[in-house]
Structures are given as structure tokens and as C-alpha cells.
């Protein structure tokens, strides 16, 4: 019996297979990063039948963990909480028999996943000679790098790692997620404390294919059992074997696959996805991962400059539940780089993909140190609505924060109705300029719509809606730009809009 169970194990757990040697599983190794206090890291492995396993931590300290029993060839321990720092070795030992992983730091651990603006790698972005040769000056920032691999089951294992947990040199972090290392730079400008990265990501994935089985069912998708994008097939195989891994959080840049699927039940299906992942890996860590961890994503930047297609504004739109801004009600501890003024004509890698990741993961590490780090007096969120207020003549728009606002004919377009019925991505919509501003309001001109009403207002509803870090209305300090927004008289939730 425990020969059979013991060949189950090995299936889910890919290609390992139950020889009875103790090692530890794939994504564990020397130079990396477990979380540190005050979470507690989990380590498993593979190990003979019934032995007995001592986990033991040594370095600028000792400690040991109780010994446990190897189970179907599988044994699992949580380590005591340790303090952000290192070097340790941790040594795993049965009665005749070790394995030692050396150089371990606890720090924080960032899973970075999505689809090929996160794979972007370091070689490719803007001055990527200069910011390689920074690389080696954060040796306590630590890569890993899942392979690409699709499984039709949900696996235990990796079945191949890309990065092994390194001590970050150019070599290696040149193959990197541009955004993700940059990210794990810039954090650790802030903390001073170890940063691990996790990439797992593949180039133009729907989030179908991220998402459990459970996921997909909150949101009535219809299953596809073939193909690319066949539901959960990197789920299975390159999340789920991580899920025993203790985490600090997720960055995950995705959404232009969906642009063109299943776009209309992405305001479900990510907010879904995030809900599963939180739920999945706190179980799988045995309750140490929080079942809240911070999530930041990138909200789409740009593809063609002038297409009327609605994709990119949709999803856009769809990635924050519709609300236009993050946290929110549906997406609580979520934090949001908004990157639509970061287009890219001349990218050598198509104009999708623009090549300042840079300001990108700028962005999401001052989401994180606000939401994830709840440090005070950081701004992460651009201008958004709180206040609306039309009549035949014009529409006032206040917002949550002072502005930075540059004239436009064009950026912001109306609605007209007699009936304040629901206006949507497919009414007509008036362009209508800016004709004045100050601190913290935007009046727009009502003339377009003549006799009738304004029913709802959007801004930057477009594809291509600015060139770079041009769009009209930022944050006082220029810094963050306002994210796109469509917001109906008659349905809006988020604020208040008075006619007059």
C-alpha cells in the first residue's frame, strides 16, 4: 500500500520519483531567501519511507525543529520564526543520511507572476547595460525562476526550474522579469532587510490559465479542455507546487491576452484568482502565509496608438472589479501601478511591450510600502472622482487630491441622455474639452450634448491615451498619473454627482 501511495506522490510531484533518498523539493537551494518573523518558513522534501527527519538551522545562530516522519516519501516541517539576516546553512538529516542548503537569508518573499510584459526580461528594457551592471551592488536581493511547463493535473513539485536561487549576478539576472527584479531592488533600497523573487510567468496566457478549477467556477467559466489556454494548465503546474511556500505577497502584470478573451468576465475572474491564490497558499503553508497577503498588479499601459477598440479600456476598467481604483471594497489589501502613460512607439519588441519597466515597478513598490508595509504619508494612488457635479453648461469634476492638470481637447468625453439611462463602452461618446482648473476640481464643457443631459463621464478611455508621461491630470507632484475611469450618474457608487 505504501508503494502505490508512494508512486501517487511521485506522479503529482512530477518528475520526482520515490527512491527513498532525502532531498529537499525543487524550489528550495543553496542561496535563497525563506520569510522571515514574524511568519514561519516551511521546508519539505523527499526522504525514505517512515524515517525520521530533523530539520536544524545554523549560522548566526542554532535552532532545530522537531523531527518528523517521512509520509508516502514526503516529509514537511515549519521552522520557528527567524529574524530578517543570515547567512545559515539548514540541514535536513535522517539516521545515515543529510542534505544542506548554505548561504540562506529570511526576508520577505514576492511572487511575481502574468504574462510577457512580466517575463520581460532585464536585457530588454531601457539603459539595461547600466542597470545590469548595478546588479552585483544586492547580493541580498535573491532570483528564482520557475520553467515553462503546462501539467493537466495539479502537481506538487516543479517539473524544471530556469533560475536556481542565486546570489545576483549579471549573468543571471539578465534572464530575469525586468519588473519584478527592479521591484525587489527598490524594496530593498527601503527595507535594508533580504528580498526573495519567485518569477513564474508565460508570454500571452489568459488568467484562465492561472486560475484553480475553484476559480473558475465563481465565475461561470465555460471550461476549455484543449489548447493554449486550457483552464488551470499553468495553475497546476506552476503555482500549485509553491503553494507549501511561506510568502509575503504577489506583483502580477497581465490582462492583454484577456483583451481579446473572455473580456467580459475578467472583472470576475482576476479579483477571483487573487481571492484563490490568498486561500490556496495560506492552506498550503499550513496557515503562514497570510490569508490576506498584499497583491499589486500593473494596470494594462498601451498597444496600438490609434485604435478605437474597447479591449484595453475594458480590462483596464475590469482590473480593478470596476471601480477605477484599488483597494477597494472587492480587491481589499490590492495595490496598483498605473501605466497607461507609459507607451512605447518604437519598442524593438512590439509597441505591447514597452521598454520602461522602470517606472512601472517604481510605481508598485509604492503601493506595496503603503499597503503591504502600511507605511504612512506615502501617495500611491493617482487623482480619482470623489465629487460630481453638471448642469446644461458644464461638469465639474473634484477629486480625492490636489491635481497637476495640462489642457485637452479630447481626453475626457460625455454621455448625453434624456432619460439618465446607463451609458457603456459602446454608447456614443462626445469628446469635450478642459476649460478650466484649479487646486483640486476640472470643469469640463457640457455644449456637446446641447439639449440634454450629462448621464456619464469617462477619462482616458482609449488604448493609446497620452504619450509618455503626458496624459493631463497626475498627482500634485507629477508623479502618478489619474487612472481611466467611466462613471454613470445613475449608477455611480463611489462618490456623489449632483445635477443642477
Given amino acids: 500500500m505504501a508503494v502505490t501511495l508512494c508512486v501517487v506522490f511521485a506522479l503529482l510531484a512530477s518528475v520526482h520519483t520515490c527512491d527513498g533518498k532525502l532531498r529537499f523539493a525543487s524550489y528550495y537551494g543553496d542561496h535563497m531567501v525563506l520569510q522571515k518573523s514574524p511568519e514561519r518558513a516551511v521546508l519539505w522534501g523527499y526522504g525514505p519511507e517512515g524515517a525520521q527527519v530533523t530539520v536544524s538551522l545554523s549560522g548566526l545562530f542554532k535552532r532545530q525543529a522537531s523531527p518528523v516522519t517521512v509520509t508516502n516519501g514526503i516529509w514537511q516541517v515549519t521552522l520557528d520564526p527567524v529574524a530578517a539576516g543570515g547567512p545559515y546553512n539548514v540541514t535536513a538529516k535522517v539516521q545515515n543520511d543529510s542534505a544542506t542548503l548554505t548561504d540562506v537569508l529570511f526576508g520577505d518573499i514576492w511572487m511575481c507572476g502574468g504574462q510577457s510584459n512580466m517575463w520581460f526580461n532585464m536585457t530588454q528594457i531601457f539603459n539595461a547595460t547600466e542597470e545590469l551592471s548595478v546588479v552585483a551592488k544586492y547580493p541580498y536581493v535573491r532570483p528564482f525562476m520557475v520553467a515553462l511547463n503546462t501539467s493537466d493535473i495539479e502537481l506538487m513539485d516543479l517539473i524544471e526550474v530556469e533560475i536556481p536561487w542565486s546570489v545576483p549576478t549579471a549573468s543571471v539576472v539578465e534572464g530575469f522579469s525586468a519588473v519584478c527584479w527592479l521591484f525587489g531592488r527598490y524594496m530593498y533600497e527601503t527595507l535594508k532587510y533580504p528580498i526573495g523573487l519567485v518569477e ?124 477605477g481604483f484599488v483597494p477597494n471594497l472587492r480587491m481589499k489589501k490590492t495595490f496598483m501601478a498605473v501605466a497607461l502613460d507609459l507607451p512605447d512607439a518604437t519598442s524593438p519588441y512590439g509597441t505591447i511591450h514597452p521598454r520602461d519597466k522602470q517606472d512601472v515597478a517604481y510605481r508598485l513598490t509604492l503601493g506595496a510600502r503603503a499597503v503591504a508595509y502600511e507605511e504612512e504619508n506615502v501617495p500611491f494612488l493617482g487623482p480619482f472622482p470623489k465629487e460630481i457635479a453638471s448642469t446644461q453648461m458644464y461638469v465639474n469634476i473634484t477629486y480625492d487630491q490636489a491635481v497637476s492638470v495640462t489642457p485637452s481637447k479630447d481626453i475626457f468625453e460625455v454621455c448625453c441622455s434624456d432619460i439618465w439611462a446607463p451609458c457603456g463602452p459602446k454608447s456614443l461618446w462626445l469628446q469635450t474639452p478642459i476649460v478650466w482648473w484649479d487646486l483640486t476640481t476640472i470643469q469640463l464643457s457640457a455644449a456637446v450634448c446641447q439639449s440634454s443631459e450629462v448621464a456619464a463621464v469617462r477619462y482616458a478611455w482609449r488604448d493609446w491615451p497620452c504619450e509618455f508621461k503626458a496624459c493631463p491630470v497626475y498627482s500634485a507632484s507629477w508623479i502618478l498619473p489619474a487612472p481611466p475611469f467611466i462613471i454613470n450618474h445613475s449608477s455611480w457608487k463611489g462618490g456623489v454627482w449632483k445635477s443642477y
Avoid at 500549485?240 to 506583483?251: E, Q, R, V
Fill in 200 to 323: 513564474s510567468c508565460w508570454g500571452g496566457t489568459p488568467v484562465e490559465v492561472w486560475s484553480s478549477s475553484r476559480a473558475l467556477k465563481q465565475c461561470q467559466e465555460v471550461p476549455v479542455v484543449d489548447g493554449p489556454k486550457k483552464n488551470s494548465i499553468l495553475w497546476n503546474s506552476m503555482i500549485h507546487p509553491l503553494l507549501n511556500m511561506t510568502i509575503k505577497g504577489a506583483l502580477w502584470y497581465q490582462g492583454e491576452a484577456n483583451a481579446e478573451y473572455n473580456q467580459d468576465k475578467y472583472n470576475c475572474s482576476f479579483p477571483a484568482m487573487i481571492d484563490d491564490w490568498r486561500m490556496a497558499f495560506h492552506q498550503g503553508s499550513g496557515g503562514q502565509t497570510a490569508p490576506d497577503f498584499p497583491f499589486g498588479f500593473v494596470q494594462l499601459s498601451t498597444y496600438r496608438k490609434t485604435s478605437k477598440d474597447d479591449g484595453f479600456p475594458n480590462i483596464r476598467w475590469h482590473q480593478t472589479a470596476d471601480f
